[in-house]
């Protein structure tokens, strides 16, 4: 009966199969030629989940080298099968109006109890080795993972979604859009805040908002870097480059009047405006800033706080190309290009589209 099954799947006379294979597993259910006819069976009817499982546990449990040849090759038709609906699926995804536009997928934190299932999946869904899967999966705070057209993130992104591995796209535009102020300093506070700010193009206003329309806060360290001078190893005097101090900056967003209100510590004016630290003009801005920080903590007890940009930025600064799209909107000066001030307004962006 094996061989009438044989030539069954050789004329593509599937029901027949069918029928000859529902009594052979009555009979000789443990037969290894059996259950690799199944398999084949499973993969023509397009149950390529089943057919895999068959497969592997033939490889797992005979010893027949022509079965066990027979079922790597049917393993091999079901990677390039899939591998084949995987590259349509792309290229429809990219060919749908706007997903040509450059974008970066981010993925969430998961705890470690849960990262060993999630690993497997996600080595499954991007073709990786569990091992390799494990290490890429983020325990705390964001990581970005892939930049490219954002039909083929959303397509990865659904799929890893699906697979309950946290994640999310966007596109760079989507970053662009958001209007950023550049705060001075608070002209009042109650019973509406009033900040004294410059917009993109450098001009001098002033905005009124109440602090309920503040969803979010975004607060980040950016390196200062500096020339200095070393002694190297044959004791000769050269130039490097070092990180001499950091620059504290906050976002406060405002996603209702799609706009960003940036502080920095050197760029805030104490002295002026609203009185919120006595004695300004004697303290250092590092303590100016701290209390400006705690005032801002009673004005907004409710507001989430981000700040893991420094463990984000350490998956984002190689991306040079993705990040020369974003305008930083961070006016700091800096004798050298950097990708640290795109990198921080990418973090905040991506929280606000978020």
């Known amino acids: 009966m094996i061989e009438q099954v044989a030539i069954a799947f050789e ?5 027949t199969a069918a029928k000859l294979l529902k009594q052979l597993q009555k009979e000789s259910p443990e037969n290894p030629w059996v259950q690799y006819y199944l398999g084949r069976l499973r993969e023509v009817t397009e149950k390529h989940q089943d057919a895999e499982k068959i497969y592997r546990q033939l490889l797992r449990d005979t010893r027949n080298a022509k079965i066990v040849t027979l079922a790597r090759q049917g393993l091999r038709r079901l990677q390039e099968m899939e591998l084949e609906e995987r590259q349509r699926a792309i290229s429809q ?3 749908e109006p706007n997903n040509t536009e450059l974008g ?8 470690n109890e849960l990262k060993t299932e999630a690993s497997r999946k996600f080595a499954q869904i991007m073709q990786l080795d569990p091992y390799t899967a494990r290490l890429i999966l983020p325990s705390r705070g964001w990581r970005l993972y ?5 039909g083929e993130l959303k397509f990865y992104g659904k799929q890893l979604q699906q697979a309950g591995i946290p994640c999310f796209w966007a596109t760079i535009v989507q970053i662009q859009q958001i209007q950023v102020y550049q705060v001075k300093h608070f002209q009042a506070s109650t019973p509406q805040a009033t900040v004294v700010c410059r917009n993109e193009v450098n001009q001098l206003g002033s905005l009124t908002f109440d602090w309920s329309e503040v969803t979010a806060r975004v607060v980040g360290l950016l390196p200062i870097f500096e020339q200095v001078v070393d002694v190297d190893a044959r004791r000769k005097l050269e130039w490097k480059t070092q990180t001499q101090d950091y620059a504290q900056f906050c976002d406060l967003h405002i996603p209702g009047r799609r706009c960003i209100l940036r502080f920095y510590d050197n760029g805030y004016k104490f002295q002026q405006g609203l009185e919120i630290i006595p004695q300004a003009s004697q303290n250092t801005i590092r303590i100016n800033w701290n209390s400006l920080s705690s005032w801002i903590d009673q004005q907004l007890p409710q507001v989430k706080i981000w700040s893991d940009f420094t463990s984000f930025a350490d998956t984002t600064l190689d991306q040079t190309e993705m990040l020369s799209h974003i305008k930083s909107q961070i006016d700091l000066f800096r004798r050298e290009q950097t990708n640290w001030d795109s990198a921080f307004h990418l973090y905040s962006g991506l929280v606000f589209v978020k």
């Open 11 to 15: 004329h593509k006379d599937y029901q």
């Open 93 to 95: 995804a990219k060919s």
């Open 104 to 111: 970066v997928l981010v993925l969430e934190p998961l705890s």
């Open 146 to 150: 892939r930049t490219g057209q954002v």
